[in-house]
């Protein structure tokens, strides 16, 4: 812990604050998270990393300041202080450079439709690569929050009814460090709560943040300055937001999404400064697209919520469906289909299942239907996902919840499917209620 402190204490000396940047000292750090972290996913392999030095935005960028640049504003919750969030990756580097452009700065990107290059040579503003955006993050810290403990909800906003470690402590919460707290449903003004010690806010929560970085396992080789791989088909994001449950706003937890897709708990913060010469810096994606109209409905369904979606959807569809169903059947009681569910997940498991697609290949877009378990998707649904070749693929998630959309399935699928295109979701609150098919009706409109 004195060591830890040392650390922030020096950290803290080497910043200065201009505007809403943070000069930030680089340095050698462990990125990723031990194994012995719960709830660490696989794809955090820790290792050494160095970052120069580079500036990063206090803040989440405002809608305020992104509608007065860009003339428009994605966002579903409005306020001029709220950070702007339903942006893609794309249109975020768009504004890092309108923002360049704004205060006579060279613009760190060029943009070729959906192809964009980093242009090593400009001192504009820019996203942080997901090495700098953990650096910062942790501020010093080794542990798996930069508050040194499990952090609270009287200390970011996210789902504070799921703090960390509720999973396996839910029906006996004496021994959680952190109790449940508030869980507000929405985002905050920016700079709600206290900043890190690097003077950053919002560093866990409120929106996740999109980096630089092409998704992929980490290099053990690239280890100064990463940038990550050249080529891929997401991007990362980091840091959690308003609906994730603790676990999954660690500062070494990897978020990842389709470039060109806007989530609703996801916005950016800017930064400038280039990293040092000879890193791979230069990369490019083009976003795929399908034509195909061969569809299937294939859905995992415990409570019978996700089922009477997907029959809606084959009712106005008329597309072929298919039921995922593990081959060892979950239980019918609510409290042990809870710890059952959570064991699975923190396991990764792959349950059989018990039946499979008769001819795949035949089909261009998986209609995919699953219930939000613990902010996740159910393991079935990862065996499904893995039992097959989504390369090329149209995928169209659906979910029932209860109040927290999506949490992080789509960064599950992402992450289990990463040659197919992921088209908007559809969340889906319980049943749907009485306007079901009135808002099936328009996510297929926008959708096909």
């Known amino acids: 812990m004195i060591k830890t402190a040392l650390v922030i204490v020096m950290l ?63 966002s579903a919750f409005r306020g001029d202080a709220l950070p702007v969030e339903s942006v893609a990756w794309i249109d975020a580097v768009k504004f890092c450079n309108a923002k360049s452009l704004s205060e006579g700065l060279k613009p760190a990107y060029v943009i070729e439709g959906q192809k964009v290059t980093w242009d090593l040579s400009s001192d504009g503003y820019r996203l942080p690569t997901e090495a700098e955006w953990e650096y910062a993050c942790r501020a010093g810290t080794s542990t798996p929050f930069n508050v040194e403990h499990s952090i609270g909800a009287d ?91 603790a676990k999954n706003m660690r500062s070494a937890y990897r978020a990842a999404a389709p470039q060109g897709e806007g989530l609703f708990n996801v916005g950016f913060r800017v930064a400038r400064g280039a990293v040092g010469v000879g890193t791979a810096a230069s990369q490019a994606m083009q976003t795929a697209s399908g034509t195909g109209r061969k569809i299937l409905i294939a859905y995992f369904t415990w409570s019978g919520n996700t089922q009477g979606i997907a029959y809606e959807i084959q009712k106005q569809t008329g597309a072929d469906i298919f039921r995922i169903e593990p081959k060892k059947a979950y239980s019918p009681n609510y409290n042990t289909v809870l710890r059952e569910a959570q064991r699975d997940q923190r396991r990764q498991a792959r349950p059989e299942l018990k039946e499979t697609v008769k001819d795949f290949a035949q089909y261009d877009i998986i209609m995919l239907g699953y219930p939000n378990w613990w902010a996740s998707i159910p393991m079935p649904i990862a065996s499904f996902l893995q039992s097959y070749d989504f390369s090329g693929k149209i995928i169209m998630p659906f979910c029932s919840h209860g109040g927290g959309r999506f949490g992080q399935t789509l960064t599950a699928i992402a992450k289990l499917a990463p040659d197919a295109v992921i088209r908007k979701g559809l969340s889906v609150h319980y049943s749907g209620g009485s306007r079901l098919k009135e808002n099936i009706t ?7």
């Not at 910043?15 to 012995?36: H, I, N, R, T, Y």
């Not at 092409?214 to 991007?235: L, V």
């Not at 328009?442 to 096909?448: C, E, G, I, R, S």
Request: hydrophobic content about 30%; aromatic content about 14%.
């Open 442 to 448: 328009k996510w297929l409109a926008d959708n096909l």
């Open 12 to 74: 803290m000396a080497s910043c200065a604050f201009a505007d809403d940047l943070v000069q930030v000292k680089g340095g050698k750090f462990l990125m990723g998270s031990p194994e012995s972290e719960n709830w660490r996913s696989d794809d955090e392999l820790q290792h050494e990393v160095t970052v120069g030095d580079f500036r990063i935005a206090r803040h989440e960028v405002t809608q305020s300041e992104y509608s007065a640049l860009m003339g428009e504003n994605p």
């Open 155 to 245: 200390e970011a906003n996210y789902y504070g009814h799921y703090p960390y470690e509720i999973e396996e402590n839910y029906f006996n919460q004496s021994r959680l460090a952190t109790k449940p707290g508030i869980y507000r449903g929405e985002t905050v003004s920016v700079g709600s709560f206290k900043p890190n010690a690097l003077g950053l806010y919002d560093m866990h929560g409120n929106v996740g943040e999109w980096c630089w970085d092409i998704y992929a396992p980490y290099s053990r080789t690239d280890s100064t300055n990463p940038t990550g791989p050249e080529s891929g088909t997401r991007r990362v994001n980091r840091g959690g937001g308003w609906n994730d449950f």
